[in-house]
């Protein structure tokens, strides 16, 4: 059985507890392994996401900002796929030259992968999901020829 780690679960923790119940069974039928890089952000951890470029959205507008009364509830989750027992984020991190480095096909597919389990789980818990690859659901990326995706983020997905 697929598990995720202390710190992938206490990310998770943070938010919705529909996510958190689809991430998990997600991660049974996921043709690769994944793990949770962020759920809720508080405000400096959203406002340096937005300086990074990571995020286009200011404390406290971003779904990674949501809460219930004073709980985190983030209505978002950040995932990061393994490739060969790895994770993704410093396997993209390696130099073009590097053998390790998967190509950006690879890289996006994996995400891809990732995105299809979580879609497959909430289409039949009936929670609508969006994901940062395809934000206007059309099933087409950036690469792969949608000029409408202007702010690709494929690590994120969030509940609509
Ligand atoms: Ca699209
Ligand atoms: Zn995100």
């Known amino acids: 059985m697929a598990t995720f780690s202390v ?5 998770l923790g943070t938010c919705d507890p529909r996510l958190q119940d689809i991430a998990k069974a997600a991660l049974e039928i996921c ?3 994944f793990g949770i890089a962020c759920g809720w952000r508080g405000e400096a951890e959203q406002n340096d996401a937005v300086r990074r470029k990571l995020s286009k959205t200011p404390w406290p507008t971003s ?6 009364g004073s709980e985190a509830c983030s209505l978002a989750v950040d995932v ?10 410093s396997l993209s991190d390696l130099p073009k030259t590097d053998p ?3 190509s950006d096909a690879e890289i996006e597919a994996a995400f891809r992968a990732v995105w299809d389990a979580f879609q497959s789980v909430a289409q039949k818990m009936g929670v609508r999901l969006r994901w940062g ?5 059309d099933g087409k990326t950036r690469s792969q ?6 702010f690709v983020d494929l690590p994120h997905i969030e509940i609509r």
């Not at 990061?80 to 984020?89: A, V």
């Open 100 to 102: 390790n480095r998967p």
């Open 133 to 137: 690859g395809d934000w206007d659901g």
């Open 80 to 89: 990061l796929p393994y490739l060969r027992g790895r994770d993704l984020f």
């Open 145 to 150: 020829g949608d000029a409408d995706e202007r």
């Open 7 to 11: 710190k992938s679960l206490l990310r």
């Open 63 to 68: 779904n990674h900002n949501n809460m219930v």
């Open 31 to 33: 043709s690769v392994d």
